[in-house]
């Protein structure tokens, strides 16, 4: 199984406040299991202010004897959205070492992103986002009562379109007891495996957080990112 099939699912983490105010800071360990087999690869997330109004850095990394994997985005939260200013991605494991570290430039727009294969510079559409903080929005879009949005991101070279929908609800027992839950899948415009899928179970009580991931890549593999430790805002 690829390895970003668990990064790409570990994303939309925010605090249980209005739908403008400031970001909570926060800290979650997941689990990651592969057909319901646990893994020894744990994954760890923050959220934390820094220097400067409505700035923030958000981390996530996955890391084992196996592998390393580690996203950063540093970013403005402008009205109920992310704006990055910066954005890491760095994968070490199984032999291979990739890496992507990208700049934004508002004013333009566009970024300039750095690989092991040179650096890119092209232009981004003004409501592009980064591939860890992404998920940020649907704080608002759902908030709001919408079921459904689109994103664009920025990821190494290219730009990438996702489409978010609502497909069910549920109710799941969390490290903050059991919370009432949207279930998220996220669609692709170019795959045409309807078997291939990617579920977020988000909890509105916390900020519409996730909780729960799952990708299931095919009949016979799947993996999933369980919360199992929590430290944050509360439900409300």
């Known amino acids: 199984m690829r390895a970003r099939l668990a990064v790409l699912a ?6 249980p406040l209005a739908m ?8 979650a360990e997941y689990r990651i299991f592969v057909n319901k087999i646990p893994t020894p690869i744990k994954a760890t997330l923050l959220l934390e202010p820094v220097a400067g109004k409505d700035r923030y850095h958000m981390l996530f990394e996955a890391h084992s004897w196996m592998l390393n994997n580690r996203e950063e985005s540093w970013f403005h939260w402008n009205q109920c959205a992310p704006r990055t200013e910066r954005y890491e991605h760095e994968f070490n494991g199984f032999g291979k070492h990739r890496y992507y570290h990208t700049d934004f430039d508002w ?3 566009g970024v300039i992103s750095e690989s092991e294969d040179g650096v890119e510079a092209f232009p981004i559409p003004d409501d592009a986002l980064d591939e860890l903080s992404m998920l940020l929005r649907a704080r608002c879009v759902f908030a709001s009562g919408d079921k459904e949005y689109d994103a664009t991101s920025v990821y190494g070279d290219h730009l990438r379109h996702h489409h978010f929908v609502v497909v069910d609800r549920e109710t799941i027992d969390t490290p903050m007891g059991e919370l009432d839950t949207l279930v998220v899948e996220k669609k692709r415009d170019k795959d045409k495996d309807e078997k291939r899928r990617t579920l977020f179970w988000v909890a509105p009580k916390v900020g519409y957080m996730v909780v729960k991931a799952r990708h299931i890549e095919s009949a016979l593999l799947h993996g999933e990112l369980i919360m199992r430790e929590y430290n944050g805002p509360l439900p409300e």
């Open 10 to 15: 570990l994303l939309s983490l925010c605090a």
């Open 107 to 109: 004013d333009k727009p």
């Open 20 to 27: 403008a105010a400031p970001l909570q800071p926060f800290s």
